[in-house]
């Protein structure tokens, strides 16, 4: 289970970052796939030249195309012996790994009527394999290197820590997430250790909580030890490029000393609006955008200017190599190098309804019935609003929880309505009001206006609908409601009372300069982000510290982000671009680039 259930493949190529890179990484960069398969097998050539033999492992994340890859390889290695294994042979059947892996994803359909939920798979690679196969591939490497030949073990594992004993050269396949998904709806992969592909639903829970957790682990693990020889950008194959470890590494490290922006990721959903399509001149192609993913950190790629190309990398994969320098080395070790913070714009903006009436869970419920890293605290930050825009935050003063959770079952079960204006607060939306929504806090997004939603560390999307106006899905199907995961999450004591206490509080000032302010607006014990606003005609300063800011602008034309210490490493970011201004970065300063004075929202890791 991820976010992105059904990306529209639309490609938004104008978040390009260009970082001053050496003459000879420009010049040098390969694009396609037949001159990338070229640059391999010459690497497969010059291994065996260097070791008498060689053994080159393709691993990658989910949904890479390993065998095309092996394919293409091998046959433009002519006149060598050339021994192929693909790791789908050294898996245990199918049905062995179904039954280990039943644990992390239950058939409850009473808790969880679609089977969304599961529990994050714990083990490797090697525990779904059979050890007899992996003990005879590994006596097959060493015999084919022994005679002058090429190995080539390709799939999900192949470099994996119990093979990396008879490798020699590791080719790593990555794949945006967004590509991942849209090959998993055209039926282009698999799960690990599935005979055949499942429903695409039932294929990316089983991703979420094993397949993308196994993949994630071991390209970090590789990038960590240098284990990597060749990087393959590999989404498309017009615009797929290879560049060596080192080359990524020089590449990733250059670029975590800019401010930089991701490409973002549209969903169209069945309350979207219009605000962004809009505001950012998308094509009409979409029917309602929903979701715009801009920094959700295990949904979005990145891109990268490389000579006459761009390399599209995912965004986590660039946080995996240059952690220390995008987070800073105390929020590294504190969220175990996971980008701890998710951004993305709701879309109400005209649309035909609210958001459903939802909860997500606190901390300690995320990590003991699913195995998480962390809570689901959410924060709403409005920034533009129609008419009789309102936000639902809490349960309204005197409501009995029990009364409402009857009248949500009987919703579920009969399909009746249920008044949930008599239960549940609803705040007037008004531009630059923060909403701070901690686990357990029953809320919504209502009609008509543009929320810049911030998130915490937990990785997929723990949305348990209590109500949704019984409406149908863009499948045609009714929309899901979790009452029973929402009874157990949902605060009662969080009322009218709190919510102004905690949750949506008056801006404070906080500091000051020539021509600018900065101001608290939202900020709480309850959640460890703090999130901030900037106003400025010309110019403002700011530093880093030790720490990460993501920067929206959320009112004004552009606005240049850039180092005061090394000023060309800069991104200029247009009304509602967000942009990552790495901890590496310092002291930085934001420059008005239009005619009128200028907003940008802060968030930063308290």
């Known amino acids: 289970m991820s976010f992105m259930f059904n990306p529209h493949p639309y490609d938004d190529y104008t978040p390009v970052n260009r970082p001053k890179l050496p003459e000879e990484i420009m010049e040098g960069a390969v694009f396609g796939v037949k001159k990338v398969m070229k640059t391999l097998s010459q690497a497969l050539l010059q291994c065996k030249l260097e070791n008498g033999g060689c053994v080159a492992a393709l691993e990658g994340y989910p949904s890479a195309n390993f065998e095309q890859f092996a394919n293409g390889i091998a046959g433009l290695l002519k006149g060598e012996k050339i021994c192929m294994v693909s790791t789908r042979e050294l898996c245990l059947p199918a049905k062995e790994v179904e039954d280990r892996l039943s644990s992390c994803l239950p058939q409850d359909r009473e808790k969880d009527p679609v089977l969304l939920y599961g529990r994050l798979y714990e083990g490797k690679y090697i525990d779904l394999m059979d050890e007899k196969k992996l003990a005879e591939v590994k006596k097959l490497c060493r015999q084919n290197r022994e005679e002058g030949g090429v190995t080539i073990l390709y799939g999900m594992g192949a470099a994996s820590e119990e093979l990396q004993e008879v490798i020699d050269l590791v080719v790593y396949l990555d794949v945006t997430p967004k590509e991942v998904m849209l090959r998993a709806h055209a039926g282009r992969w698999k799960n690990f250790g599935d005979d055949v592909a499942r429903p695409v639903k039932e294929l990316q829970r089983r991703a979420y909580y094993v397949d993308f957790e196994l993949a994630t682990a071991l390209r970090g693990d590789l990038l960590s030890q240098g284990k990597i020889d060749w990087y393959v950008a590999s989404d498309k194959d017009e615009s797929m490029n290879v560049v060596s470890g080192n080359e990524l590494t020089l590449i990733t490290a250059k670029l975590a000393s800019y401010p930089f922006r991701c490409k973002p990721v549209y969903l169209e959903g069945i309350w979207g609006g219009y605000y962004v399509q809009h505001a950012r001149k998308l094509p009409n192609q979409f029917k309602n955008i929903a979701w715009v993913f801009d920094l959700i950190p295990m949904e979005v790629s990145i891109l990268i200017q490389l000579g006459e190309g761009l390399m599209e990398m995912p965004f986590f994969t660039f946080v995996q190599c240059q952690g220390g320098g995008i987070l800073g080395p105390e929020i590294k070790e504190r969220f175990g190098g996971y980008f701890p913070i998710r951004f993305n714009y709701d879309d109400t903006f005209h649309s035909n309804g609210n958001m459903s009436i939802q909860v997500h869970p606190p901390r300690e419920y995320c990590m003991e019935t699913f195995n998480e890293l962390g809570t689901q605290d959410e924060g709403y930050y409005v920034v ?223």
């Open 384 to 606: 533009a609003t129609g008419h009789d825009a309102k936000t639902y935050c809490g349960l309204k003063e005197g409501i009995s929880k029990d009364e409402f959770f009857e009248q949500v079952r009987k919703s579920e079960r009969d399909h009746t309505e249920v008044d949930y204006q008599n239960y549940v607060n609803a705040v007037e939306s008004k531009p630059g009001r923060q909403f701070l929504i901690p686990g357990g806090t029953i809320h919504a997004s209502g009609r008509n206006q543009l929320i810049l939603e911030i998130g915490s560390l937990t990785m997929g999307s723990y949305t348990f609908k209590l109500y949704d106006y019984l409406r149908e899905d863009l499948d045609g199907r009714p929309r899901p409601i979790h009452s029973y995961y929402g009874e157990q999450v949902l605060k009662e004591e969080r009322t009218e009372q709190f919510v102004y206490e905690h949750l949506v509080k008056e801006p404070v000032l906080l500091r000051q300069g020539e021509g600018y302010q900065e101001y608290i607006v939202g900020e709480d014990e309850l959640v460890y982000y703090s999130t901030r606003r900037i106003c400025f005609d010309k110019r403002a300063e700011d530093c880093t510290g030790d720490r990460f800011h993501v920067l929206a602008l959320v009112d004004g034309e552009g606005v240049v982000v850039r180092s005061k210490s090394e000023p060309d490493c800069s991104y200029t970011m247009n009304y509602l671009d967000m942009v990552v201004v790495p901890a590496k970065v310092g002291a930085y300063e934001l420059v008005n680039m239009g005619s009128q004075p200028v907003v940008v929202y802060k968030v930063l890791v308290k």
